[in-house]
């Protein structure tokens, strides 16, 4: 049975860093590749980036990684320990919400649809 | 404001059919067969109930069904169950982002 287990909640001011962690098991993790979905209270859902654990290729989604996006993220895994990573270098309030790891699975290039999903990490920032 | 639009809200009553839309344009949508539905209850992540326009994952009722015409792509749940009660959200590949775009989201109402 596949599982991605994320780590638990995080209350963080603004201006810190933070990472957060999802583990993911009964699959071939080096192989698949996995990533971040943010959801904002009460809102929808955006990618926030995938990568490919077996050659750390990392694809971002546009919103999440241009040049003037302060509090920039970043995405990486480490496959010894079948462990995705999303971190912060200069949280913002907005930044407050639910973080998802899942598994895309792509065709073509193309994220053709989610197979699995995380329970989610609620990151809070708030001074 | 999201890239693909879907309506708010959404009801039927139990047994009836009720059909979600999803809006994009020609360079999402219109433009390519990587359309997926989402379907969230409250508190819970996600979980696809169709891919590719109208594929149905295993373990998915076949009273959800998917189709699209056009820049429109469109979730149908028939026999509606007290259990369908749930946000939907639409996802498409997209020229602007190749992660794909979400919709934001359509909360539908079994009454």
Aim: charged share 15%; aromatic share 10%; proline share 5%.
């Amino acid at each position: 049975e596949v599982q991605l287990v994320q780590s638990g909640a995080e209350v963080k001011k603004p201006g810190e860093s933070l990472k957060i962690s999802c583990k993911g098991s009964g699959y071939s993790f080096t192989n698949y590749w996995i990533g971040w979905v943010r959801q904002m209270p009460g809102k929808g859902l955006e990618w926030m980036g995938i990568i490919y654990p077996g050659d750390s290729d990392t694809r971002y989604s546009p919103a999440f990684h241009s040049p003037s996006f302060r509090g920039q993220v970043t995405i990486s895994a480490d496959k010894s320990i079948t462990t995705a990573y999303l971190q912060w270098s200069n949280l913002k309030d907005s930044d407050t919400a639910m973080y998802y790891c899942a598994t895309p699975s792509l065709v073509g290039g193309r994220i053709i649809r989610i197979d699995h999903w995380g329970q989610g990490t609620l990151v809070t920032v708030s001074s | 404001q999201s890239a693909l639009t879907q309506p708010p809200s959404a009801s039927g009553s139990p047994g009836q059919s009720v059909t979600i839309s999803c809006t994009g344009t020609s360079s999402d949508v219109g433009g390519y067969n990587s359309v997926s539905w989402y379907q969230q209850h409250p508190g819970k992540a996600p979980k696809v109930v169709i891919y590719e326009v109208s594929e149905r994952p295993s373990g998915v009722p076949d009273r959800f069904s998917g189709s699209k015409s056009g820049n429109t792509a469109s979730l149908t749940v028939s026999g509606l169950q007290a259990e369908d009660e749930a946000d939907y959200y639409c996802s498409s590949y997209a020229d602007s982002n190749n992660l794909g775009v979400f919709g934001g989201g359509t909360k539908l109402t079994v009454l």
